[in-house]
């Protein structure tokens, strides 16, 4: 038996998956993000751990026996969080996320300091990776600063509340501008640009490789026969393709979780940091991956159905299986700032062309439309970048929305397969991950493809009118920029 664990955003899932890969059950425990200021976004880690115990203190209630038989546990975890800790380990301060924007003025800072920064890890500073959020800390709180020890990421402090053990894996690390991402280790020049040094960082481990033990007392606590062995496990967008079997080089997904990932996987370290694209390691070896990234997709639809005070399923609903015709309204979804192409932390969204004769319906599809079109800016990105997409497998929360794929169909112009398991593809390449620890399989043994229930494919019909549409969109963000300032 195989426990993957997965540390989001809005949520920590806990699946458990058998020796035939056949998920047994799982449970999501809900976190909240605080945000003390405009553009701040943060998590207690502690919630992190509490959430875990959590989930899996009711999996225990449902399925004893087989927690019981728990081998081995993986984790996944939202990426590029500053989680700082003290001489005891403890937390200073609360967790600065990934879609935290306050270091935008620290990014050019960290680029002037280190000028092989791009070509070294692969990216540009951005605000939400990690290393920049060091810089605002040194800056606006200096003793919190002085008094770090050690500096993970979300899943690794999970791992350090579980095990006692510092690891981190490589496909997280890549995300945190302080990893030599062609070497597959940490940059001595990149952790003495932020005022750190090794000393600070967690030891570095693939994600299929043995990654500590679990504690005596959770041991336990879960009635386990012994001390599951941990993964390395993997951030967030990897562990999803471990999930999806997304491991050999031309394989690609798109994700509609918080924020939104057009991935695809390589064989080969590719930086093209020019129209903001990550290119980070993969969980496995010798493998690595170029990703499109933007900051608020399926929480887009979160925040609108938040304003209007009802569930999403409600405000889905009347649109049906497929769109007519883009919307007369657009929707720009940059809540949180925008990743790629723009690399703008201090840009917000809006919606433009409202009239009289436009409801609730015709601002919902926007808002979907919106999230299509920053994908479709990502695709090209990646093309720019040399990799052209043919067809992707769609994860995460948005894709039980049948109408938001039509759309994604339409807009991107190539197909895309919904999945039998498209809500767990994170957690489930955890528990692979943790597999492969304990057996030492080969991956391409275990990390295989999913069925795919549906393709679905771009409506010519309506093919014209999406590229008009696409087009007219992307006249918008000059101007919003521009009066932005």
């Known amino acids: 038996m195989f426990l993957g664990l997965d540390i989001g955003t809005s949520s920590v899932k806990a699946l458990l998956a058998d020796g035939e890969q056949r998920v047994l059950a799982s449970h999501d425990v809900a976190l909240t993000v605080q945000r003390p200021h405009p553009g701040f976004s943060e998590q207690a880690p502690q919630a992190w751990v509490e959430a ?215 064989d080969r370290f590719l930086p093209n940091p020019a129209r903001a694209v990550h290119a980070f390691c993969h969980a496995v070896p010798k493998t690595w991956h170029q990703m499109g990234v933007i900051l608020s997709a399926a929480s887009s639809l979160a925040w609108i159905a938040g304003v209007l005070q009802t569930k999403e399923s409600a405000l889905l609903a009347p649109l049906g299986d497929k769109p007519a015709a883009p919307s007369p309204v657009q929707f720009l979804p940059y809540l949180s700032g925008e990743r790629t192409p723009h690399d703008d932390a201090v840009i917000r969204g809006a919606f433009t062309g409202l009239a009289h004769e436009n409801g609730r319906e015709a601002m919902v599809q926007a808002v979907l439309e919106g999230v299509a079109f920053a994908f479709a800016d990502c695709r090209d990105a990646l093309a720019a970048a040399g990799t052209e997409i043919a067809g992707a497998d769609v994860i995460g929360g948005g894709s039980r929305s049948r109408f938001w794929l039509e759309i994604l169909a339409n807009v991107l112009n190539f197909p895309v397969y919904r999945l039998a398991d498209g809500e767990t593809g994170g957690a489930f390449g955890a528990a692979r991950l943790a597999r492969l620890a304990v057996t030492g399989e080969d991956p391409l043994a275990v990390c295989t493809p999913p069925h795919r229930i549906e393709t679905i494919e771009p409506d010519p019909a309506l093919a014209p009118a999406y590229v008009e549409a696409l087009a007219r969109w992307r006249a918008l963000y000059p101007a919003l920029r521009s009066a932005a300032g």
Not at 101 to 123: F, I, Q, Y
Not at 140 to 145: L, S
Not at 213 to 226: I, P, Q, T, Y
């Open 52 to 266: 875990v115990i959590s989930a899996v203190d009711a999996l225990k209630a449902t399925h004893p026996k087989e927690i019981a038989a728990v081998d081995g546990i993986g984790l996944s975890g939202q990426m590029h969080g500053a989680v700082l800790l003290g001489a005891d380990h403890q937390p200073l301060r609360p967790a600065i996320l990934w879609n935290d924007g306050r270091s935008h003025a620290e990014c050019a800072e960290l680029e002037a300091k280190w000028p092989d920064l791009r070509r070294v890890t692969g990216n540009k500073a951005m605000p939400g990776f990690t290393a920049p959020k060091l810089l605002w800390v040194a800056r606006h709180e200096p003793a919190i600063f002085a008094a770090t020890r050690l500096v993970v990421l979300p899943k690794a402090y999970v791992r350090l509340a579980l095990t006692g053990e510092a690891i981190e894996e490589m496909s997280d690390a890549a995300g945190s501008l302080w990893l030599d991402v062609g070497r597959r280790d940490w940059s001595d020049a990149a952790l003495a640009a932020t005022g750190l040094s090794r000393e600070a960082m967690p030891r570095l481990v693939e994600g299929s490789d043995p990654a500590g033990r679990l504690r005596g007392d959770l041991v336990a606590r879960w009635g386990m026969a012994k001390a599951p062995l941990f993964a390395g496990g993997a951030g967030d967008n990897a562990a999803g393709a471990v999930g999806l079997g997304a491991i050999r080089p031309g394989s690609a997904f798109l994700s509609l979780g918080t924020s939104g990932v057009l991935w695809a996987t390589t």
